[in-house]
């Protein structure tokens, strides 16, 4: 289907219908429980799932095949975020034309600095993608404040032209990013189905939607001859060059496609809630992003994407845990223990809840290295042994 | 020519923490063939050893003083530390201001011990690995060591103070032939700078002149071949990992009196520190230090109000836009040997 | 006039004379060897061929065109393939993976973003490649992972993967080099192979005296940089001068 094989189409089904099922899936605890702390399918969230998914996946095409490492990817995103607001202060409050400008600049400034920064590899390309985006977040914080508003961010304000919209609401209020007039992004029609309560969200759906799209479009480029030559990059340049094949145009198309991606994710954010800030360009986000697609499973399709929800998940929920939390948790337990186990959590939750993350992202390198899919791999294989091998009916091996 | 003199004084002290660190992470880097994101979060450590030692010294117990009140009529409660009870109030109080150079005493077991660890039980794990494997769990660790330092200290700085004698600042305009008050330079920074110097000078010394240095260097030249020669080399990593810890511990030590610590001051230093390492030439040890130094000063010079009216925002770029020039003309840096990383 | 034309190469490396005056023609469906005792300039005469190395001085001409000052992948594209002195192949890469891409850049030149088509359905490629592994005898390994095969394995797949962009000319350097005796044969029974049913013309750089008296039609002898004679195996075999200079040391 859609030119994959059985097994891709599969697997693009099943991202399908955790997209679109997400407000239930993510909600499966009754609202009045105590449990409903762990429920994650209100529409702020999913809508961040989906959107680093994205960025995540755009990451993975180059990281994964190619294996070049960018420090810098955060700047794409950012300026991706930028434009979009942009597009939203001068034409109007429709997302689409924020949207595709947001990849068309991200491309733009990717080719700028993939075009320099492909010119090294190893380390030193890190280095390289790490000091063009610093050099943006700096200028973003200073001269290019008339673009960037600073340190304050970009926002929208009543004084904006929007020359294909209004200025302002006929109540005086600033108007809400939409997808078509009267079809806002922060709609929510909610649904109670007993205790239950499951909300649908149209900007959530406008992410799910790009985020299948852009997973098509990866799974499209990882098995095409393109995917391959990328993969071939990270194996054996030299091989490359006396095959006859020049490596650059292949890896520059690879860093700007990635960068488009991020682009897409920046854009998003800033439809969702039409504001930009410098620090989605510090190089903490771009590491943010680089977790992401480790933990998950670089070089894999649908690692980028649970190691996406799966940090924006545990983020969510790690930080909202507090004392009280913790007291309702472990409270049947006898007070010194209690206290002893309250105060080691303390290491992991709320606001230290980077601990945790940088705990687990060490285990995953030093143990896991093909991250949360090889995990899941390593305990399939634990529940039913292999059955052996058939050459003949075996595809070409497709990255998992 | 004022002007410049001040710009290269105020570029000194950055540029020495750059050298210092820089020169840890081509050790490292030189030697063990590791790439260390966590090296910046060792300089971090070292700063909060300074505030550590600070906050024991001021350890206090409570008396009540019953011939003073406070604003309400009750007797006020009056903090005494008890170093001011061991040694008397005048030497307490003299060793409280000087915890920063007593923290060194400190700080360099700590940071060997820190190193160690780090070595045995982390980084050894990772000689064979690529990289980005490598990058990749020092980047974890490092997000580890700097939320802990949180945890433990807050994320507002820390002001932590130099002693006494070297608060104020030196006349340099007048030894040379200024008007006073042009170029002043706080006494601490000097301090800083010799500093910096002696350390450089006693890592060079150690490699030129002890056996255990000879091995390092030729390790660094060619690593196969000492490997070859049956000669202990994991002990020596382990030692050389220890002694980069305790040069970017002792570097952090020492800058908590210019730059009061934070938990993040170890990431903003790593960043700009790997460019000096790229600049200078991976894995070339004066490399390191010269293009520490250089940096430094670029960046002051950068920060005059004559260049920024001139290129504005060039100071917050500086840096970067030299290393991306470096790189691309010259891929082995301004001293680096062929053959190092370079692709 | 041959295929390859070399006329007056030197090259120095500081102050070492690598090459000096290397003139060599290689006839069309031939195999010339090249061989010469260590540091004669064999390697440094194979670079300046791939355009690893430019030389100093001289003009190599290959069909008529030069190939100074072109990158590695444009003179491929001119139809010279090379065979590494250690196998290089892609190593995370399955065998019949490792085939298909010497056929897309056969087919598509040095890039084409060809990012939505899928690689399974190039039908004809694949049976190209295919059939190249039937042709070597590693059909039953395509989808094996190369990295755990052995050296002789790896050798054969470089040299499939060589020989599926159907080179004009393909270079092999030291093919048998740090090989076990079986993998050396077996490699000769390729090579000679590839000679009869493919009517190829081959350069070759080799060490091993077996390797080469069995194969070239025409050898060259390199002696410090310059070549001493240039002949059949049969005359090469008995020429003093060749003795001197590289069997006699040799024995």
Request: charged share 15%.
């Amino acid at each position: 289907m859609l030119g994959l094989n059985t097994k891709d189409t599969t697997l693009l089904i099943v991202v399908a219908v955790l997209a679109l099922g997400a407000p239930f899936i993510l909600n499966p605890f009754p609202e009045a429980s105590s449990l409903a702390q762990f429920n994650a399918g209100y529409p702020d969230l999913m809508q961040r799932f989906a959107i680093f998914g994205i960025f995540a996946i755009g990451f993975n095409i180059l990281f994964g095949l190619t294996g070049y490492l960018s420090f810098g990817h955060a700047a794409f995103l950012g300026v991706g975020s930028y434009s979009a607001v942009w597009m939203f202060k001068l034409l109007g409050m429709n997302v689409l034309p924020a949207i595709a400008l947001s990849i068309i600049v991200a491309g733009l400034f990717a080719l700028l600095i993939g075009y320099i920064s492909l010119r090294r590899s190893g380390i030193y390309f890190s280095i390289l993608t790490l000091a063009f985006a610093q050099m943006s977040f700096n200028l973003a914080y200073s001269v290019l404040t008339p673009i960037t508003n600073g340190e304050t961010g970009l926002q929208l304000t009543l004084s904006d032209p929007r020359i294909f919209g209004q200025s302002a609401t006929s109540d005086g209020g600033i108007p809400v990013t939409n997808l078509l007039p009267g079809f806002e992004m922060r709609e929510t029609f909610t649904w109670e189905i007993g205790p239950w309560l499951f909300q649908f969200n149209t900007g959530y759906y406008l992410c799910a939607a790009f985020l299948l799209l852009a997973f098509y479009l990866s799974v499209r480029i990882f098995r095409s001859p393109f995917g391959l030559m990328l993969r071939a990059v990270k194996s054996n340049q030299q091989r490359m060059h006396y095959t006859g094949l020049n490596t650059r145009p292949y890896t520059l198309a690879a860093f700007v496609i990635s960068g488009m991606y991020a682009g897409l994710a920046g854009g998003l954010l800033a439809s969702m809630d039409p504001l930009a800030g410098a620090e989605r360009m510090q190089w903490t986000a771009s590491g943010e992003v680089v977790l992401m697609t480790i933990l998950g499973g670089a070089g894999t399709l649908i690692g980028p994407v649970l190691g996406a929800g799966f940090i924006k998940y545990f983020e969510n929920i790690f930080s909202k845990i507090n004392d009280s939390v913790l007291h309702g948790w472990f409270g049947f337990m006898p007070d010194g223990m209690e206290n002893a186990i309250i105060f080691v959590s303390h290491f992991f939750v709320g606001k230290s809840w980077h601990l945790t993350l940088g705990l687990l992202f060490m285990l995953v390198v030093t143990f896991l290295p093909g991250g949360l899919v090889e995990g899941g791999q390593r305990i399939g294989r634990l529940f039913r042994r292999k059955p052996a091998k058939d050459p003949k009916s075996a595809d070409m091996k497709p990255a998992e | 020519m004022d002007a410049i003199i001040l710009q290269i004084l105020n570029g000194l002290d950055k540029g020495s923490a750059y050298a210092l660190i820089a020169l840890g992470l081509t050790l490292i880097f030189g030697t063990l063939g590791v790439v260390n994101f966590a090296h910046g979060a060792l300089f971090m450590i070292g700063a909060f050893c300074a505030v550590t030692v600070q906050r024991i010294l001021n350890l206090s117990y409570e008396t009540i003083d019953p011939s003073q009140t406070d604003f309400l009529g009750n007797p006020l409660v009056v903090k005494t530390p008890y170093v001011h009870s061991w040694f008397g109030p005048e030497t307490g109080a003299s060793i409280i201001e000087w915890s920063v150079p007593i923290a060194i005493i400190f700080a360099i077991p700590i940071m060997i011990a820190i190193g160690f660890i780090m070595e045995r039980g982390l980084i050894k794990h990772f000689y064979k690995r690529p990289h980005a494997d490598q990058i990749l769990v020092t980047f974890g660790l490092a997000i580890v060591l700097q939320e802990l330092i949180k945890y433990f200290y807050g994320a507002n700085p820390i002001q932590t103070g130099a002693p006494d004698v070297f608060r104020g600042s030196f006349d340099f305009g007048v030894l040379l032939g200024f008007d006073p008050n042009v170029i002043i330079y706080p006494y601490w920074r000097l301090v800083y700078f010799a500093f910096a110097a002696v350390i450089i000078g006693a890592v060079f010394a150690f490699l030129q002149f002890t056996t255990f240095g000879m091995v390092v260097r030729a390790g660094m030249a060619d690593r196969e071949t000492v490997g070859l020669l049956g000669i202990n080399i994991d002990k020596k990593f382990t030692i050389m990992f220890g002694l980069a810890a305790a040069v970017a511990g002792l570097a952090g030590v020492m800058y908590a009196p210019i730059n009061s610590p934070n938990y993040h001051m170890g990431m903003d230093f790593l960043v700009l520190s790997f460019v000096v390492v790229v600049v200078g030439g991976m894995g070339s040890l004066p490399g390191a230090v010269l293009a520490g130094f250089l940096l430094g000063i670029l960046e002051s010079f950068a920060s005059m109000n004559e260049i920024k009216s001139i290129l504005p925002g060039i100071d917050q770029i500086i840096i970067y836009l030299v290393a991306i020039i470096i790189l691309l003309t010259r891929p082995r840096g301004l001293m680096g040997r062929k053959g190092v990383m370079e692709d | 006039m041959g295929i390859l034309e070399v006329k007056d190469v030197g090259k120095r490396f500081g102050g070492l004379q690598a090459l000096g005056d290397v003139n060599l023609s290689v006839a069309q469906n031939s195999v010339h060897a090249i061989i010469g005792p260590n540091g004669a300039g064999k390697s440094t005469l194979l670079n300046c061929l791939v355009g690893k190395l430019i030389p100093d001085s001289g003009s190599v001409m290959f069909d008529g065109q030069s190939v100074l000052g072109r990158k590695p992948y444009e003179i491929n594209q001119m139809g010279i393939s090379r065979v590494f002195q250690t196998p290089e192949i892609f190593g995370d890469l399955t065998v019949l993976e490792n085939m298909m891409i010497p056929c897309f850049a056969r087919r598509d030149g040095s890039f084409r973003l060809h990012a939505f088509e899928s690689v399974n359905r190039e039908h004809d490629l694949v049976e190209k490649a295919e059939q190249m592994l039937i042709d070597v005898n590693m059909i039953d390994k395509r989808h094996m992972q190369t990295a755990s095969m052995s050296r002789g394995d790896k050798r054969r797949l470089e040299m499939a993967m060589c020989l599926v962009q159907e080179p004009r000319l393909l270079l092999l350097d030291e093919p048998t080099a740090g090989m076990a005796r079986a993998d050396t044969n077996n490699t000769i029974d390729l090579l000679k192979e590839i000679k009869e049913t493919r009517n190829i013309t081959m350069a070759i750089i080799e060490h091993d005296m077996h390797v080469v008296f069995s194969l070239a039609d025409r050898i060259t002898v390199l002696a410090q940089g310059t070549p001493l004679v240039e002949d059949t195996p049969d005359k090469i075999k008995g020429h003093p001068k060749v003795r001197e200079a590289y069997l006699g040391e040799a024995h």
